[in-house]
């Protein structure tokens, strides 16, 4: 199974900061890479696929970048509903494989 | 606008079963594929099972496969889980989730999630 180490596991901002959020994948997976986001008590809710493509109705302020096996998620200036916690999944093989999640907490 | 309905979770005893549903809307339900995705107690996501559209291919994830089955029933646009010989480390939400591309040849990944049904295995 393909290994997906994310980090850091937990970060503090405050609004406006710049919050970038790494996946590094055990082995190449293509971009097949989707970030999550998950609020307390709610759904996970899909932001971004094949690694750079923000998803219909998802804030520009969001963004996906590869470089090799690392992938990253920045948050251009956090807002305060960006509070939660963040996963991200490759789909490059199955079983798909989720990261152990970031949580944005305000500082 | 797509809907996710999840039901039948509950407190179970180790070795038992339990079915989930879910029940889907809004949606064309037989052109996509279905996935089941859990949640432990403050733990992270671990993908458990999926179908195609028609129920032909079915992929489940080693932690489970032999004790669950997933299903479907398009003319009811209901997604099933039959989980057997429950143990402890199965306790988690239960997500219903939609599949926007799947293949039998590589992963997928989830574009619509229900908000869970919580299965808890306890004596």
């Known amino acids: 199974d393909i290994q997906m180490t994310q980090s850091p596991s937990s970060l503090s901002a405050s609004i406006g900061d710049r919050v970038t959020i790494t996946c590094r994948a055990s082995?190449?997976?293509?971009?097949?890479l989707a970030w999550y986001q998950q609020k307390p008590g709610k759904a996970p809710k899909l932001l971004l696929s094949?690694?750079?493509r923000l998803e219909s109705g998802v804030p520009s302020r969001f963004s996906g970048r590869t470089s090799g096996t690392d992938y990253t998620l920045t948050i251009s200036s956090l807002q305060p509903e960006d509070f939660a916690t963040y996963y991200c999944?490759?789909?490059?093989?199955?079983?798909?494989?989720f990261g152990q999640g970031t949580k944005v907490e305000i500082k | 606008e797509v809907q996710l309905v999840e039901s039948g979770g509950g407190v179970v005893r180790p070795g038992g079963s339990l079915r989930l549903s879910c029940a889907a809307s809004?949606?064309?339900?037989?052109?996509?594929?279905m996935s089941w995705v859990r949640q432990a107690p403050g733990k992270g996501l671990e993908w458990v099972s999926a179908?195609?559209?028609?129920?032909?291919?079915?992929h489940y994830a080693d932690s489970v496969r032999g004790r669950f089955t997933i299903s479907r029933d398009n003319a009811k646009n209901s997604l099933y889980l039959q989980m057997h010989s429950l143990r402890a480390e199965d306790t988690a939400l239960y997500y219903c989730?939609?599949?926007?591309?799947?293949?039998?040849?590589?992963?997928?990944?989830?574009?619509?999630w229900g908000q869970g049904t919580l299965v808890t295995v306890s004596s």
């Open positions: 809004g949606f064309t339900f037989d052109d996509y594929g």
């Open positions: 999944q490759q789909y490059y093989s199955t079983p798909q494989t």
């Open positions: 082995q190449g997976i293509s971009n097949s």
């Open positions: 179908i195609n559209w028609n129920g032909a291919y079915t």
């Open positions: 989730a939609r599949v926007l591309v799947f293949s039998t040849s590589q992963g997928y990944y989830f574009d619509y």
């Open positions: 094949a690694a750079s």
